[in-house]
Every structure is written in C-alpha cells, then in structure tokens.
C-alpha cells in the first residue's frame, strides 16, 4: 500500500467527447452510479452491438501493401517503390484517402517539434528529414495529393465505389533516417532499426470515417489489417530481421545457417543461427536483397547490420529470435530468445493463441518498441534489475496482442494497449520472477503522479498527457485500476472469461473503449459505470476510510457497528479484517451498493467477540490513496502485498473462435 496521500480537495475531472475528441472540464461531482450513456458509449448498432462483440454487419478497411526499399548506408536514406491495394469495405463510397506520413514529423516546423521539445525522448532531437514523394498514381492514372502535416490528402481520380470497391495507389519516396526516432526507430553506427518507413493508409470506421489526427510523437497508432510484401536492399554483409517470414534464405543465408534455422523452428532449445565467428563484419561489395511476406499485420518494421549475432528456438512451431551486437549488447541478450519464447508461450496459453509464425527480438538504441512480429529493446542490462532486458522484451512483445492481433487507436487510447498490456505483464513477471511483484511499481508511480498535480484522466489522448505522466496514465494506473477489477469487483474466473472473450471477439478488428467497457460488463452481468466513470473518465482517486467502531452486547450475542466513509467520489466493494476481543480475525466483504444512498454507511456484523481493532483492503492490493483512515482500534495485520495475480489468469477457458 503506498504511503499516505491527503485528497480531500483533489479536483473532480470529468472528460467530455466534443466532435469526438476528448476535452477535460471540471464540473460539480456527478452521481457516481449514474449510467455513462450520455458520455462516450455511441448507441449500439447492427456494426457493433450492445453486447460489446462486433455486430452482423461489422465492416472494416484492408490495406495490402507491397514495398521494395533500398538503404543508402553513406547517405542514411531509404529509397523506396510502394504499391497500396486498398478495399472499400465500408457502405460509403469515398472520393478520397488519407495517408500518414510519419517523417514529416522530422519536418522543421511540425506540429510535434512545437509540441514536445527536440531534447525529450519523443523529440526530434533537432534532425531535419521527412518524405519526399514523387510518381503519385491511382489505378495507373497521375493523381494530385495535398500535404498537410503528418497526413496526405489522396485524391482519386474515380470515386471509390462501397462494399468491396479497389484502387491501387502506387509512388516513389524516400526519406533520410533519423539517428534519434522519437526513439520509435533510430541508427547507431552501421545498426539501422527502420519502422514508420513507408506512407500508410489512415483507418477509416463506422464511428469517425477518416481517422486523421497528427502523429507527434507521444501518441501511437491506428492502423488497418492486410498482408504486406517488402524487399529491402542493403549492403551485402548486411543481416537483415523484419516482421513477417524470409522468403528467399537461398539468396542470403549460407546452408549452415539455414540448415541451422530450419533446426531451431523444430527444437526448444536455443540454436546459434549466426554464430560469433560469422557475426564480425566483412569486408564486402554490391548488395543483397531480402525478401519478407507478413499476412494479417496492420504494419512491418526491420533492422539490419553488418554484425547481428542470431539466435533462434521455438514454441509449437512458432521461432522466436534474438538479433544483437555483440559486445556492445548487454549479457542478457545471449538470453533474449529463450526470454522471446517465455513470453510468446506465456501469453499464449493465457490470453489469445499467438497467430504468428515467428516472434524477434533487436537489440539497438531504441528503448522499446513494438511492431507486427518485432520488436527493437535496447543494448543494456541493467545488472541491478532482476528482470534485467526480460521485462522490456516481456512488455513489447505483450503488444502483440494489444494492439497487433486487437486493433484499438492507440493514438487515443493509450490504456486500451498500454494498459492492457502492462495488466498481462503483471502475470507473466510474476510467474518468472514471483519474488518481486508488480503492483508496488503501478501504485508507487500513480501516487507520484497525483502529487505532482499531473494526474489525468484514462480517456485522455497520450499526446495531451505531460510527458512525465505518460508511464502512469498510460501504463501503470490501467495495469492497477485492471487488476482492481479482476481481484476485487468482478472475480477472477469471471474477468479472465471475459477479457478472453473480448479479445478474442476483437482479434484483429478495432475495438473502441465502449466495446470494451460492454463486453466486460455483458460478461460479468453487472453495470459497472460507477467504475469507468471513477477510474476512466475522472482524476479522483479511491479514498474510503474508518470514521469509529463499536459492539453492542446483549445475552451474549455481540453485533460490530463500522462507521465507514467515502471521501472522494469513487465508491468501491468494502472489505474489511476485523479483530477480536479474543484474538481471532474475521473477514467481512460489503457491496458496492452500499454507496448508492450517501458517502457514509455504517456495516452491521455479527462477531463472535467484542470488536477490538479493523483493517480495510488487508490483502494491500486495493489503490486506496489514503492509507491512514483505513485502520481503527487494534488493527488486525494485513497479508503482505504480493502475487495480485494470484498465481495466473485462469488457463481453463479456452479462447473463442
């Protein structure tokens, strides 16, 4: 439980959609039970349905690219020839399509360089880059494009006619390669980490048509499903690791390596596909091309370097990799593809079978990021951290089902990938290293937060969120407000049912949080607006306290009167470890309704003794901010704060199809 935090005058924010953007306004305190309705649940319709599962007449965009790029390693460019097959599966007909351009970032006076200064981590460090684009087509015909920021404006030269209507957009681009990303994709040295690498069709849906909001950085993406073919030319002694499956090994592995390859797509044990002699670089001319072919991915990133060491394993029939520089990678990188492979297995067996055929890790300047089957994590290992590289390879490649396989806009909605993928972290880190659980970290950081004013709401878009609260409002307080949820409101068997059953509905569609919010509430048969409300849509915190207690005797019957208090607008389940006059504990659990007449109720329990002390939330995994009202008397002893998990999700509901 973390220290105590004084909120009686903590500000009540409610957030309000405005043309569907979220706006913060204060307000007087709203009823805490009151439906959310009228807030940002869009009616239910034959596309997405009350339940919270997509509806009969669910529709959704497919974009199926095909991209050969060349790198310039003297000049740090990619040149590059892309051809977009995109399908109109909506009932509009469209007259155009919006394209992002995330290079423009690099672009001096972008949104984003005005937004987040050039030293931050999602800076532009002050680098000058951005798309070039020449041989703008449509259907073969010259077409005009209009530019604006971080998006492209595609006009079609025929209108896009609905249910199942194709145009092929096909140009030429090229941009210089960040050495500083906005630590998304970055190159140090001859090393080259290459993602938002090519012009990417904007999602277009049922609730907003085009989704054009800017890329500036701190916020992520939105993106549609379709099967990507790419070619990436490099230097010769160039390695190259991407997203989706190496189509031509003959023309780039020697038979050792790819008799090696083919052993560890068959062994749980660690193979060394390039091994260290092979690793050092050589001196070599002209080029070689790699081929790779990704299906059902919303996006595909690589890296590539003279001196990658590889190795491989596998986990039914899926490879998971590790590429690293060797000794500029820290230890735990001779690990990492036994540490890919827990993870994939891990999530797996407790959230969605992983649909891929591969999993890889990179080792690079990037801290950490995630795209389709890859992920870049950096060199070190932090000696003194027990989860050392794991927890960040653990953390990205959780991302592979939030957001990869569950499409959510992430530029809005950083809880709905952020968040559910540091509740599933909670799991996996506690299965390998039980002996340092993470829920300290999530209320520990949540608690600063709230002190140094920057707290915001759940629903807030990342890029509106300071850049020192984006580990909290993004990450930690969802990981805890879910596991809150799943400990103390719903039910383990009960959550874990449903969060499989939504993302399982949800695999590769674009859920929006009211999906979410329905699907777990349809689930578990409750309303549960008093906690979306609270924990989502508000600043407030949980801060339920112990005013007095009592027992009243009569013919040796003794009755426990508990005065309880709420202070703030969030009420929550009670639960309570009473102490006896005799030594003994009871546990009493109360409703949330016992909030719905006032912010005071007093519990009426039979005891077997005179009551002698009380404790509320004694497993010390409730986020009560206000640790010094929630005892009274001669306190009972709490359970020490621990496995919040509980030892793992429930493994016996197997996944719907």
Excluded: C
Excluded at 268 to 280: A, P, Q, W, Y
Aim: net charge negative; hydrophobic share 35%; glycine share 8%.
């Amino acid at each position: 439980m973390p220290a105590p935090v004084r909120v009686e005058s903590l500000p009540v924010t409610v957030v309000q959609a405005t043309q569907g953007v979220h706006e913060p306004r204060t307000q007087t305190r709203p009823d805490p039970f009151a439906r959310l309705d009228r807030m940002d649940w869009p009616p239910a319709t034959r596309v997405r349905s009350a339940s919270g599962r997509p509806g009969p007449d669910y529709w959704q965009q497919r974009a199926d690219y095909d991209i050969a790029a060349t790198l310039d390693t003297a000049r740090h460019m990619i040149k590059a020839h892309m051809s977009l097959a995109y399908t109109n599966n909506s009932p509009d007909t469209l007259r155009y399509v919006w394209m992002q351009l995330d290079q423009n970032l690099y672009k001096s006076g972008s949104d984003g360089s005005a937004l987040f200064p050039d030293d931050t981590r999602f800076g532009d460090r002050g680098f000058e880059g951005g798309y070039s684009i020449q041989n703008l087509v449509t259907n073969g015909a010259r077409a005009a494009s209009e530019v604006h920021g971080t998006q492209m404006r595609v006009n079609l030269v025929e209108p896009l006619t609905p249910h199942g209507g194709k145009v092929t957009i096909a140009m030429d681009y090229s941009f210089a390669v960040p050495e500083h990303g906005s630590d998304r994709m970055a190159r140090d040295g001859p090393l080259y980490e290459i993602a938002q690498w090519y012009p990417r069709v904007d999602v277009y849906d049922d609730l907003r048509g085009w989704n054009t909001d800017q890329y500036l950085g701190q916020g992520e993406f939105y993106l549609e499903y379709g099967d990507i073919d790419f070619a990436v030319t490099v230097p010769a002694g160039y390695v190259v690791a991407g997203s989706g499956i190496l189509q031509n090994p003959q023309d780039v592995l020697t038979a050792a390596q790819r008799s090696r390859l083919a052993s560890a797509a068959r062994s749980d044990t660690v193979i060394r596909i390039i091994t260290e002699g092979e690793s050092k670089p050589v001196a070599t001319s002209g080029t070689k091309t790699w081929r790779f072919r990704a299906q059902h991915v919303r996006d595909v990133a690589w890296a590539g370097a003279p001196d990658f060491r590889w190795d491989a394993t596998s986990w039914k029939g899926v490879v998971t990799q590790a590429y690293y520089e060797w000794p500029k990678a820290g230890a735990e990188w001779t690990r990492a593809a036994e540490e890919t492979q827990w993870t994939i297995r891990t999530y797996s067996q407790l959230v969605y079978p992983f649909p891929y055929p591969q999993a890889t890790s990179v080792a690079g300047p990037v801290g950490g990021m995630e795209y389709p089957m890859i992920v870049f994590v950096n060199y070190a290992t932090q000696e003194t951290d027990p989860n050392g590289v794991f927890g960040t390879l653990d953390h990205e490649h959780g991302h592979e089902w939030f957001p990869m396989i569950v499409g959510s806009n992430e530029r809005r909605y950083a809880w709905m990938d952020e968040g559910f993928n540091t509740y599933i972290n909670t799991f996996s880190n506690e299965q390998r290293f039980p002996k340092h659980p993470l829920w300290p970290l999530y209320v520990g950081e949540w608690e600063s937060t709230v002190l140094a004013g920057e707290q915001r709401p759940l629903m807030t878009p990342p890029d509106r969120v300071p850049p020192g609260a984006l580990g909290t409002i993004g990450y930690r307080k969802p990981g805890a407000v879910l596991l809150a949820l799943r400990n103390h409101v719903v039910g383990r068997a009960t959550f874990d049912q449903a969060f499989k059953e939504y993302t399982a509905a949800w695999a590769f569609k674009h859920p929006t949080p009211a999906d979410f919010f329905r699907s777990i509430e349809s689930s578990a048969g409750q309303d549960l607006a008093w906690f979306w409300r609270g924990f989502f849509y508000t600043n407030d915190v949980l801060d339920i306290g112990i005013d007095s207690a009592s027992t009243i005797s009569s013919d040796g019957r003794h009755l426990a009167q508990v005065q309880l208090r709420k202070h703030t607008s969030i009420p929550f389940p009670v639960e309570l470890r009473l102490k006896l006059s005799d030594g003994s504990t009871q546990d009493v659990k109360l409703p949330v309704d016992i909030w719905y007449l006032g912010d005071q109720y007093t519990a009426t329990i039979p005891v077997r003794a005179p009551l002698a002390g009380a404790r509320l939330w004694p497993d010390g995994t409730v986020p009560d901010f206000n640790s010094s009202n929630d005892t009274w008397g001669s306190a009972p002893s709490g359970d020490k704060p621990g496995l919040v998990s509980a030892g793992g999700l429930v493994t016996s509901l197997s996944p719907q199809p």
